[in-house]
């Protein structure tokens, strides 16, 4: 039996959870912690007339290529360097370790949840309007640019209220310092000549009855409730409480069949959407996270989202 390969870190709660349904199953899993590499752990390629071969050691265990059928990738970045080394030469050893590991992008002929090519593409707020507006999805008025005067004419021109978002966000922003959603006062429209820095994403508000997070994993959708309105301090962005959710629920077919088809045009296996949806009953599509935690929804409802991933995973081993 093939091995599945693990690209997490040490302090990845999800990957524990995925480790110990993989041994449940007996299926061979190495979980590498690229926190240890370069220090810690080592990649070999071998080349010559005979062929190619690449391996990974790291934990006391060895890794041929060749053996492994999948990999699960929460992200291909080397952070075990030497504290020591001076800026120079820390950017050199992180640009030396950076194309050693993404030679593994072409390398590694495996099902990848999520290959990092799909990743790259999918992790993008204007792709992925781009894509929900082909395929018919219902989106907010959004602009994004660094232009002001183009923001000005936007908000003029809103029914209602207007949000700012930033274009890269994570739940594991170092506290106090994550950009939530928020409203776009008088005195940030006095401010905004500071975008021509740092574009920014400018949309509509759309008036909520609650809000979903649908985490999708190969053909399995797992749908969950955020009574966000319910609570004063998640009215505008449920993440200032990122780990409330209140139930799960099904979506309509129209809806799965249009997520499916927007994972499908971005090559996913793994993706966890955003929707709001209105008093009125319309479905309104914000994101698509291709690395998106699900861990806190798993624990509070139940959803069988680490077997699903397990699945996918453990097909091809």
Known sequence: MKTCLLLTDRFEPTADLLVAEMRRRA?????????????????TYRASGDGFHAEIFTDGRKVDLDRVAS????????????PELGVADRR????????TLTALYTIA???????????????????????ACKLGLDIPPTVITNDPEKVREFIARAKGETV?????????????????????TDKAIGSLDLIRATPGVFQQ????????????????????????????????????????????????????????????????VYGAFDFIVTPEGRYVFLEVNPA???????????LPITAALADALSDPC
């Open 71 to 82: 990999i699960w990738c929460r992200g291909v970045q080397a952070l075990g360097f030497p």
């Open 164 to 184: 700012y978002k930033a274009l890269t966000q994570s739940l594991d922003t170092e506290p106090g310092k994550s950009l939530f959603t928020s409203i776009v």
């Open 205 to 268: 508000l759309i008036p909520k009855a609650y809000e979903l997070r649908v985490t999708v994993v190969g053909t399995r959708v797992f749908s969950a409730r955020i009574n966000s309105q319910s609570r004063p301090e998640t009215k505008v962005d449920w993440r200032h409480l990122p780990f409330e959710v209140d139930d799960a629920l099904d979506l309509p077919c129209e809806i799965e069949s249009k997520i499916h088809a927007l994972m499908k045009e971005f090559g996913l």
């Open 292 to 302: 998106g935690q699900y861990m806190w929804i798993e624990s509070k409802l139940g």
């Open 92 to 99: 050199f050893a992180e640009a030396e370790a950076e194309r």
């Open 27 to 43: 299926v061979p899993c190495v979980r590498w912690n690229l926190d240890q590499f370069p220090v810690g752990s080592t990649l």
């Open 109 to 131: 002929e495996v099902v990848w949840v999520n290959h990092p090519h799909c990743h790259s593409r999918a992790n993008s707020k204007p792709a992925q309007l781009a894509i």
